[in-house]
């Protein structure tokens, strides 16, 4: 892929926003508009059973926020910190927990003089957050447990308590900076006293690219930087909502004027068909579930057979998944990556063995261990020492336990194990993992189809670019993550999108409906 390509592609992947608007006490409704893409400025308590009704939108207590989308990539709205409320664009992402926006001490980043800054001296709110540190700077001087940095910016002197200092790592870019503490208004409700990150260093393209200025985080207080109390914790704590709920709705076609809607307290009925099906959430952190399987042509992958587990994430815009399924997806959807001569490598030396142990039911998990390729097996680990040379036939290839190799061999065993349920001869299946192996996306994870095709297809791709430079991005992501964490799906907007989703804090459920 070319450099273009990848700067969007690394600019597609990371989280989404909202703006501000809305009513009433209790429920607050956030739409989102929609931006046309323009590529010169791209440098990411119970609710009950199913069938339970929720609460409407049009009750009193609920508010809605509107956002934004961004050719369909980011979805964001406007909030307000600060007494004046000082606005910014943010993107509501619960696969993170933290709030954050640019700091007015940002000196060293670019991406925070293209954004707006938060300027706690025009705050007649702002607190600091933690000790003072004038005296942490005379008391804790020499303590090893709470270090002061005095640093020198422009003539002005600025000490900071270690323990105040905050760093984030998304998938697509870093920041950090220190803990303030401040009003922060989301449509009509105002939310008091919310610790909030001032980023003073954002030194990814990401941010620099970015429509939105920071990132609102509604995941759970298990994975908040420094243990901060996340906004939504703030609005049950103070009491502003009536319900512990809060709900998406991301509209897919970029040419409407709105972009989408979050319902902090209930749902806009309005905005999805039928009821919601409901499911567990089996990790605090994230607003993780569980998968049962993945289906394509309504036929079983069979790589969700020991279960899988999938975050439900409006921070990415695609639809992330082991490469080995997304390859198959990318392959049925006619999405082409970059050949893989890793792949191809591994289904020609060892494509007959892998066969012969799956119809003698070896365990699939152990294959690639047992044929010398991996060093986990599913249980435990197996000698890190472990080598495999392919033939030099096919090009030289030496592989460790760490290797591509591992990661082609697993993936060959779930496809030829998928083809040996249809009967195949062993030729045919041969024959289908070395055509997957065409299929699978570049380096970066992304894959592309041809763009002629878009009106017989869902809406599970991104269009780029206008005309005879127009590029279409494959909405399925290739992301691998071992075990015992993995495998692990994102489920981005290009998900949500399609299914209109509650996050039922309450009950610990998501719900999914789809989307009117």
């Known amino acids: 892929m070319g450099s273009k390509y990848s700067l969007v592609a690394l600019f597609l992947l990371l989280l989404h926003p909202v703006v501000l608007s809305g009513p009433t006490n209790g429920i607050i409704r956030f739409g ?15 609710i009950g059973e199913e069938g339970t009704t929720l609460r409407d939108e049009n009750s009193d207590d609920i508010s809605n926020i509107r956002l934004k989308n961004y050719m369909n990539a980011q979805y964001f ?39 707006s800054r938060y300027k706690s001296s025009q705050s007649a709110t702002y607190k ?6 004038h005296s942490l700077l005379l008391v804790h001087a020499n303590s090893l447990e709470t270090p002061c940095l005095l640093m020198k910016i422009a003539f002005a002197f600025a000490c900071i308590c270690k323990r105040s200092s905050a760093e984030i790592h998304y998938g697509t ?5 220190f803990f303030s503490q401040d009003h922060v208004k989301i449509g009509d409700l105002n939310v008091y006293g919310q610790d909030f990150i001032e980023a003073t260093r954002e030194p990814s393209l990401t941010f620099l690219a970015a429509k939105f200025d920071g990132i609102l985080g509604l995941g759970f207080q298990e994975i908040s930087v420094g243990n901060a109390a996340p906004i939504w914790y703030n609005m049950l704590h103070q009491k502003l909502v009536a319900e512990p709920v809060f709900s998406f709705w991301l509209n897919r076609n970029t040419d409407e004027e709105q972009g989408g809607e979050i319902v902090f307290g209930g749902v806009d009925s309005d905005h999805y068909k039928g009821k919601h099906t409901y499911v567990p ?15 394509i042509d309504n036929l079983t992958t069979g790589f969700c057979s020991a279960k899988c587990s999938a975050i ?10 082991p490469t080995g399924v997304i390859a198959q997806i990318n392959h049925a959807i006619g999405a082409v990556g970059l050949v893989s001569k890793d792949c191809k490598a591994v289904v020609a030396q060892y494509g007959k063995t ?8 070896a365990l699939s998990q152990q294959i690639c261990s047992q044929i010398g390729l991996c060093a986990f097996d599913g249980t435990k680990g197996v000698s890190k020492g472990i080598k495999s040379v392919v033939d030099k036939n096919i090009g030289k290839t030496s592989y460790s ?14 496809w030829m194990k998928n083809r040996l349920r249809l009967n195949e001869t062993e030729d045919q299946i041969l024959e289908y993992a070395n055509s997957l192996c065409d299929m699978l996306p570049s380096p970066n994870g992304e894959s592309t189809v041809e763009c002629s095709t878009l009106s017989k297809m869902p809406n599970y791709i991104l269009k780029v670019g206008k005309g005879a430079t127009a590029q279409c991005i494959s909405g399925f992501i290739a992301l691998d993550i071992a075990p015992p964490r993995g495998p692990l799906w994102i489920l981005g907007d290009i998900f949500m999108g399609r299914y209109h989703t509650v996050f039922d804090y309450g009950n610990m459920k998501v719900g999914f409906a789809e989307s009117a």
């Open 32 to 46: 989102l508009k929609k931006n046309k893409f323009d590529e010169s400025k791209v440098l990411k308590r119970h």
């Open 77 to 115: 709205g406007q909030i307000g910190i600060g007494t004046p409320p000082q606005k910014f664009t943010v993107i509501f992402d619960t696969g993170s927990s933290n709030l954050w926006v640019p700091s007015s001490k940002c000196y060293f980043s670019v991406a925070c003089y293209l954004h």
């Open 128 to 133: 600091r957050n933690g000790t003072d540190p």
């Open 173 to 177: 870019g870093q920041i950090s900076g």
């Open 281 to 295: 959430v089996t990790h605090k952190g994230y607003w993780q579930i569980q998968i049962e399987d993945v289906l």
């Open 312 to 321: 439900v994430d409006s921070g990415t815009s695609l639809l992330a998944g």
């Open 354 to 361: 892998i066969l012969d142990k799956l119809i003698n039911e």
């Open 401 to 414: 336990w760490n290797d591509a190799g591992c990661t082609a061999c697993e993936m060959a065993v779930v």
